[in-house]
């Protein structure tokens, strides 16, 4: 089992920046995959960022240039820094760890979210 806690969400202007924190909590280099999903009002979740174990990266192609996932495996924290955002952007952002057992069978862990608001 683990933990996920999000922050670091919040208001901002168009092309403000705001870099999400995501702390879990025990060790995340056993996880194999690590992700940040968002969710805005009435849409279905999406897939923004990736990172692996071994620090290979993917993003959504909304994001590409303006996102930035990454890892420090010392304070179990992903982070994903968003840069020139826009009002699209508004949603809840989700962290998610993927773990895989002996079993090859793949949990998944989410945290509680946190709200990013991009508004003039």
């Known amino acids: 089992q683990v933990q996920l806690v999000e922050s670091g969400g919040g208001l901002v202007q168009p092309g403000g920046s705001l870099r999400l924190t995501c702390t879990a909590s025990?060790?995340?280099?056993?996880?194999?995959?690590m992700d940040w999903y968002r969710q805005a009002p009435g849409k279905e979740r999406e897939l923004v960022a990736t990172i692996t174990r071994g620090a290979s990266t993917n993003y959504a192609d909304s994001v590409k240039g303006r996102f930035t996932i990454s890892r420090d495996n010392a304070k179990n924290t992903v982070y994903l820094q968003m840069n020139n955002l826009k009002p699209e952007d508004t949603a809840v952002y989700y962290c998610?760890?993927?773990?895989?057992?002996?079993?090859?069978?793949?949990?998944?862990?989410w945290g509680q979210g946190t709200q990013v608001t991009v508004s003039s």
């Open positions: 025990r060790s995340i280099v056993s996880l194999n995959r």
């Open positions: 998610n760890a993927r773990e895989v057992d002996y079993t090859q069978y793949e949990r998944r862990y």
